[in-house]
Each structure stands twice: as structure tokens, then as C-alpha cells.
């Protein structure tokens, strides 16, 4: 099993920017993916972001190409998501989930920015 804790979100004013984490504990060596995800109210779940756990190939969505950033400290078995130039739309609970046998997810961490 793998375990997420992601931390970060918050309140932040549109232009702003923040860093959200994801550290994983639990069986990490078998983790070869990591992505984002988030969820707005009255929407579905979206995708955000992915990294690749060995080579670091990272992907985006269109959305946010140019503004977020992801990477992962192996070491750390942690990934971040470096949100900037951030727009009213972006409001969601950011999830961050890896991948192995099985997909897992973290509890999500809620990430508002106001107009």
C-alpha cells in the first residue's frame, strides 16, 4: 500500500502563487507515476499534472501549461505542484495521486484564489 499527504493549499489572491506537496510513505519503490488532480464544486475530478517517477517525463494540462510546474524529490518521495499566475478558475481541492499495482490517492487539499 501506498499512502498520500498532500499540504500547500490555501487562500491566495489571483496572480499569486503556491507550492502544493505530496509525500508518499508506504511501499514507494513500487510507485513508477505521480500525478495531479483536482475537483471544483459541481464539476468532475480533472487532470492536472504527471511526472514519471524514474525519468521525470512530466505532462500537463492545457489549462495550466506554462503556469504550474511539477517535479518530485525521489529521495523525499515527495512531488510538488508550483502553481503560479494563479486564476479564480484554478479553485478546487487538488488531489495528488500514484501510480503502481494500483492507483492511490491522498485526501486532497483545498486551494482557493479570489478575484
Known amino acids: 500500500q501506498v499512502q498520500l499527504v498532500e499540504s500547500g493549499g490555501g487562500l491566495v489572491q489571483a496572480g499569486g502563487s503556491l507550492r502544493l506537496s505530496c509525500a508518499a510513505s508506504?511501499?514507494?519503490?513500487?510507485?513508477?507515476?505521480m500525478g495531479w488532480f483536482r475537483q471544483a464544486p459541481g464539476k468532475e475530478r480533472e487532470f492536472v499534472a504527471r511526472i514519471t517517477w524514474n525519468g521525470g517525463s512530466t505532462y500537463y494540462a492545457d489549462s495550466v501549461k506554462e503556469r504550474f510546474a511539477i517535479s518530485r524529490d525521489s529521495a523525499k518521495n515527495t512531488m510538488y505542484l508550483q502553481m503560479n499566475s494563479l486564476k479564480p478558475e484554478d479553485t478546487a481541492v487538488y488531489y495528488c495521486?500514484?501510480?503502481?499495482?494500483?492507483?492511490?490517492w491522498g485526501q486532497g487539499t483545498q486551494v482557493t484564489v479570489s478575484s
Open positions: 508506504g511501499r514507494t519503490s513500487s510507485i513508477y507515476a
Open positions: 495521486n500514484a501510480d503502481s499495482a494500483y492507483t492511490h
